[in-house]
């Protein structure tokens, strides 16, 4: 994590990390379509201003009303994403966050991934097509361990997956642990410089 001047003076990035600080501890980005539509500009209210650019979508169409009644957007699933850049340079522990909701599970979905290609992957979480909830790392950048956990379609998930270096790999769904993994584990993620995408993986 950076430091930045005056956070360690007591100040809040902004007034929900004044509300709920704990949750905000270790934050490295937070994407929040729902703060409605900005163009093809999605912001990272975590203070580190990794904000998105939305690509190959339309933000007049692509922000919709959930069923929740938040703002949300709609990816296509074949060629949506927003582009966040080389951001999430992260080697070490790790946890996602997204409130998810997939029309279908039969087809290959990334929620947040960096790096791809051959040689230079990173993490991914993504719905597969077998119907799980996936969560790959990789500590070289071409051997992958992952994590699955079954997926549902048509209804909204709070997915959470957690990679502790050496450890465990953990996947949540709602609240509650679905999936763990303890063996195996790299002792550090690869120091990607390849982008990071949510809802798509780079090749």
């Known amino acids: 994590m ?7 003076s007591g100040f809040a990035r902004c007034a929900a990390e004044s509300e ?12 929040a ?12 209210i975590s203070g580190f201003n990794a904000h998105g650019t939305l690509t190959l979508m339309d933000p007049t169409t692509d922000y919709i009303q959930s ?5 949300v957007l709609d ?29 279908v599970i039969n087809t290959f979905q990334t929620i947040l991934a960096k790096g791809g290609g051959a040689s230079n992957k990173h993490f991914n979480l993504y719905s597969a097509s077998s119907g799980v909830l996936v969560l790959d790392v990789s500590g070289d950048g071409i051997n992958e361990v992952g994590l699955t956990l079954t997926n549902t379609a048509g209804v909204w998930q ?13 996947l949540f769904l709602n609240g509650f642990q679905g999936a763990e993994l303890t063996t195996s584990i790299p002792a550090s993620m690869i ?5 990071t995408r949510i809802g798509s993986r780079n090749t």
Not at 36 to 41: C, E, N, S
Not at 158 to 170: E, F, G, I, K, L
Not at 191 to 195: A, F, G, H, K, W
Request: negative net charge.
């Open 2 to 8: 950076r430091e930045i001047p005056g956070w360690g």
């Open 20 to 31: 709920e600080p704990d949750q905000w501890r270790g934050l490295a980005g937070c994407w």
């Open 33 to 44: 379509p729902f703060l409605g539509h900005q163009g093809v500009r999605l912001p990272d």
């Open 67 to 71: 069923t929740k009644g938040y703002r």
């Open 75 to 103: 990816f296509d699933g074949t060629d949506d994403f927003v582009l966040l850049g080389n951001v999430l340079r992260i080697t070490g522990a790790l946890s996602i966050r997204a409130v998810v909701n997939f029309d």
């Open 158 to 170: 709070d997915v959470c997956a957690v990679y502790q270096p050496s450890t465990y790999m953990r």
């Open 191 to 195: 120091n990607s410089t390849q982008e």
